[in-house]
């Protein structure tokens, strides 16, 4: 069973940058699909991005386009994700997860089609 753990959240100003892991060991060979979920206050969770573990190809939510970016370091059994220009808007829970079997729709964040999620790790904006 891999365990997904996640860190790198923080404070941050807004504009600023953070860098959230997800260190996944053994991920490889069972996931198809890793993702990067959050959880704004008061809203449901929502998706932010995926990668295809085999070609690293990307997906992203709107909002997030252009200023996110999803990656993973094979070695390392780790997925990032690179967060630029950060908004108030952006703050929140942020989840990793993972899907066994490979789908479209995980592709594009159906959660229903993730089996492994980590415990979150949290971002906040201050001015």
């Known amino acids: 069973q891999v365990q997904l753990v996640e860190s790198g959240g923080g404070s941050v100003r807004p504009g600023g940058s953070l860098r959230l892991s997800c260190l996944a060991p053994g991920y490889t060979d069972t996931m198809r699909v890793m993702a990067w979920y959050r959880q704004r206050p008061g809203k449901e969770r929502e998706w932010v991005a995926t990668i295809q573990t085999s070609d690293s190809s990307s997906y992203y939510t709107d909002p997030v386009k252009g200023r996110f970016k999803i990656s993973q370091d094979k070695n390392k059994n780790t997925v990032y994700l690179h967060m630029n220009t950060i908004l108030p808007a952006d703050i929140g829970l942020y989840y990793c997860?993972?899907?066994?079997?490979?789908?479209?729709?995980?592709?594009?964040?159906?959660?229903?089609?993730?089996?492994?999620w980590g415990q979150g790790t949290r971002v906040s904006v201050s001015s």
């Open positions: 997860a993972g899907a066994r079997r490979f789908t479209f729709e995980a592709l594009l964040g159906d959660a229903r089609q993730f089996d492994t």
